[in-house]
């Protein structure tokens, strides 16, 4: 998709430093100033500025028609924000907490995912799901998971996923642009990072990964909360002389996986790192196509580093679920060893 | 307004003296609307109230309950030691000890109420909140630690103390507690004195979810011997209860067949009467029955929310001055029902409790690694023993190595 050509009403001028939260939070003022017809809904948006104050101040600015603080329930939130958009409107729902989105699941998959088709063309669904996802806050049940695989598998939706700050910024908003439903997967844990916004700056398009570090000796595929910790890795691996690189992967559905292929031509070796469960998930498509396009530039098979196939753990034991930097090193160290 | 008019022939739809517009065919007028919509703020004419918020005893012709003076002095002495769990649970996540915590403050009665109308044959659904109906299930107060502290997603046996695990997500546990009440039904356990019963629990934003619409249909369509046990503590987090629905909630019972009450939830007398005869009707196989508890969060909604962004302080105050363990206080006093020295039995108990809780967090043992791949399954999977296996192996890596950094 191309970058959208922007008037930016409110566009903060020149640079500044903000946290992915704040970025997210400007997305969205800037897309609601361009389109009239953008609406923000979901469970406490308005008053309290969303559990994370991604929201904050836009009910006071935008009104309780363009920020709707719903009833509580998910399959309402989207079923409602479906008929809205088949009257015209661009709604941006924020599912509360990743585990909180199944009771909207039906609605996404039955409808949202399928109506663009049934309808043959004739009705779009211009939706975006924001769901705070991913583990590593200590939380309790439910606000950890990271379910972006199931909507990965399902034709008729998009799935993206933010890392930084002006991605934040940039891919929220032609997510609102995009004509197809977008689910958007925000790495709640890394909310408050902070990156410079250049407003002024050209946005990379939004279904299209990226090479954040270049390398040589293994490609590191990862997207969301795990892109920090495998530039991480990178810089940890530097002092053991392996130079790795490192595509975030920003689209899920569609895959852009041109930049993965290329890099693994070069390196021969293929890490990919994902907190979600690894069986019939984007981690096992990612293998599986980089197996079919590279088997001969492959020196190892493709690794995955991820969570387990268990409901995700009591928050004591989430550092052993989740991948950290040793558990991306281990993988990239077999690799190495083949 | 008689129980005896909610019998299922004799059940007319129309569940209050003020004639609410719920089964009538015609659209509410403005004024019946904005009735409603005050009786969602204020309780409205409908509350069963047994004691006063001036700890006063007045009788209701329905719902009242004979109660020894020992009751009274056990029901407040619930209410102070679960409150006080409770404030020490606060305490404990502002230390860093847990990860969150849930506060019940101001819904001691309303769970104490309920919680004690239980019987040992019946089964409980709690949402998140329910300390006070865990206490009463005979659950230690320290059983719920762990869930907060990240140690484990529940540790206590819910078959055995008739007390389910905890749910958070919002709604869910009313479906599996319809089920669970049908089952009883089905089993031939529901018909005299000795009947079993359910009770579900769940809040006023709840209502809202699909799931729990979806249970009193079910509940409804089986006679399910379950009650309905709404938490209104007038918050879903920052979004008030008219955000949720513009009758009260418990008029929305006569849109499933069958009745509906709201009790005021900081009297536990009412909320004992009220639960009691719900229950009783179950029990006799004349359920199911929503009962609406009116009532407050005094505090947020858990230790990560702001409650001043959304919440005046006004309506805090006014909601101290209903206090459901002042309110008992004052009428033991005032009746002699007990003295000084009963107080002073309470608080000191109340103090070795907070104690005994407080070292217990502190003394709470991190589950060992393989906890994430137990019990996933009944049977375990080939591929998630190598999945266990594979990881001990990785941990078994570091210690190795920190051995060998020793040595050399
Ligand atoms: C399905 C689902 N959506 C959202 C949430 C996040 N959440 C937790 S508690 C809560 C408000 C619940 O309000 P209410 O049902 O009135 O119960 P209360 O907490 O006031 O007792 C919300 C939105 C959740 N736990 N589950």
Known sequence: MAAPALERPTAPAGTQTVTIAKGLNLGLRAAMERDPKVLVMGEDVGKLGGVFRVTDGLQKDFGEHRVLDTPLAESGIIGTAIGLAIRGYRPVCEIQFDGFIFPGFDQIVSQLAKLHFRSQGRLKMPVVVRVPFGGGIGAVEHHSESPESLFAHIGGLKVVSCSNAVDAYWMLQQAIECDDPVLFFEPKRRYYEKAELDPAAEPAPLFSSRVLRQGSSLTLATYGPMVRTCLEAANAAEEDGHDLEVVDLRTLSPLDLGPVYESVRRTGRLVVVSEAPPEASITSEIATRVQQECFYSLEAPVLRTTGFDTPYPPSKLEEGFLPDLDRVLDAVDRSLAF | ?408
């Open chain 2, 1 to 408: 307004m008689s129980p005896e008019r909610w019998t299922r022939e004799g059940h007319s739809g129309e569940a209050t003296d003020t004639g609410p517009p719920a089964a009538t065919a015609a659209k509410p007028t403005r004024e019946q609307v904005i009735a409603g919509l005050r009786a969602t703020s204020e309780g409205g004419a409908d509350l069963v109230q047994l004691l006063t918020p001036e700890g006063e005893r007045v009788s209701h012709p329905d719902f009242d309950i004979d109660v020894t003076d020992a009751q009274l002095r056990d029901l407040y002495r619930d209410m102070v030691l679960v409150r006080r769990t409770d404030r020490e649970g606060n305490a404990l996540q502002r230390q860093g000890q847990l990860g969150i915590w849930v506060p019940l403050l101001g819904q001691e009665a309303a769970q104490i109420g309920a919680g004690r109308a239980l019987k040992p044959q019946d089964m409980a659904f709690p949402s998140y909140r329910e300390h006070g109906v865990a206490w009463c299930r005979g659950l230690d107060p320290t059983e719920v630690l762990g869930i907060f502290r990240g140690t484990d997603h529940g540790s206590w046996d819910p078959m055995a103390t008739g007390f389910h695990l905890y749910t958070i997500v919002i709604g869910n546990q009313c479906l599996n507690a319809a089920g669970y009440a049908m089952g009883q039904r089905f089993d031939g356990r529901v018909g005299d004195d000795d009947g079993e019963a359910t009770m579900v629990f769940f809040g006023d934003g709840a209502t809202s979810q699909g799931d729990v619409h979806e249970a009193m249909v079910w509940a409804a369509v089986y006679d399910a011997p379950l009650v309905f046990f709404c938490q209104n503590n007038q918050w879903a987090i920052s979004e008030p209860t008219e955000r949720q629905s513009r009758v009260p909630l418990y008029q929305r019972a006569s849109g499933y067949g069958f009745p509906g009450i709201r009790v005021d939830g900081n009297d536990v007398l009412a909320s004992l009467a009220v639960s009691k005869w719900a229950l009783d009707e179950c029990r006799h196989g004349n359920g199911p029955v929503l009962v609406e508890a009116f009532t407050y969060r005094m505090d947020a909604h858990t230790t990560s929310d702001d409650a001043t962004r959304y919440r005046l302080a006004d309506e805090l105050e006014a909601w101290k001055l209903k206090d459901p363990i002042e309110r008992l206080r004052v009428h033991l006093v005032r009746e002699q029902i007990a003295g000084q020295d009963f107080f002073d039995s309470v608080e000191a108990e109340s103090d070795e409790l907070a104690a005994r809780f407080r070292d217990y967090c502190f003394n709470l043992t991190d589950p060992p690694p393989q906890r994430m791949f137990s019990q996933v399954y009944a049977e375990q999977t080939p591929q998630l023993a190598e999945q266990e296996r594979e990881y001990l192996r990785y941990l078994d890596s570091f210690a190795d190595e920190s051995l060998a950094g020793g040595v050399h």
